[in-house]
């Protein structure tokens, strides 16, 4: 019994040294450019677009993985990146410049965001639409919840940005962006 208790302190001491898996991560906040400039389209969004008096380019587009839409007339646009509104005034002077159209009317809104990942100790982990002004604890509410194993505290959270996959820790109230991947890791006690 004796050499169960030590045994058990020991494995104790272990883990508390190690560390939770999140104990070395800085905080992943939002940069400046995500904050000042809103949603930036991604491969993966469905947008709607309408032009005023061209119902062939008045459809819905899925972002391709190279981050462009191809446009009927036009041919592909480079979208990632970019806001509705970038979008809308780019098309809208492509269509003036090849004498499509002199003052087109273009409107571009964002049909269906890209999913945001959230695996670990959630009941349903998996891929979902991202909402926005999404937290961390709304994705966690949207995967089931928390499993009973759950750290409650602090996450992991996988983001890309301009290419690079950069990591950090996360809390209930940190906000995430589509293409996110939320780990929750197991409670060590």
């Known amino acids: 019994m004796m050499i169960r208790s030590i045994l058990a302190l020991l494995i104790a001491l272990t883990l508390a040294a190690c560390g939770s898996p999140t104990s070395r991560l800085e905080p992943l906040p939002l940069t400046p450019s995500q904050l000042e ?3 930036q389209l991604g491969s993966g969004d469905k947008v709607r677009m309408v032009v ?3 119902t062939n380019l008045s459809i819905e587009y899925r ?6 839409i191809s446009l009927p007339m036009v041919g592909a646009i480079d979208v990632a990146g ?11 002077a492509i269509l003036t410049r ?28 998996g891929s979902y639409p991202f909402v926005p002004g999404m937290s961390v604890l ?3 509410s949207i995967a089931g ?18 290419g690079n996959t950069v990591k950090g820790k996360g809390t209930d109230d940190t ?3 589509p293409g996110d991947t939320i780990v929750v890791h197991e409670s060590w006690f």
């Not at 972002?63 to 462009?68: H, K, P």
């Not at 970019?82 to 809208?92: C, F, I, L, N, P």
């Not at 003052?103 to 982990?125: A, C, L």
């Not at 919840?145 to 992991?156: D, E, I, L, P, V």
């Open 37 to 39: 400039t809103g949603y």
């Open 52 to 54: 005023g008096g061209f």
């Open 63 to 68: 972002v391709s993985d190279s981050g462009t």
């Open 82 to 92: 970019k806001t509705t509104t970038q979008v809308e005034q780019e098309v809208a």
């Open 98 to 125: 090849e004498e499509l159209a002199r003052n087109p009317s273009v409107n571009v809104q964002v049909e269906e965001y890209r999913h945001f990942f959230i695996t670990g100790e959630v009941k349903r982990p």
């Open 138 to 140: 709304t994705a966690i």
């Open 145 to 162: 919840g928390h499993t009973f194993r759950a750290n409650t505290k602090s996450y992991s959270i996988n983001r890309t940005e301009n």
């Open 175 to 177: 906000r995430i962006l």
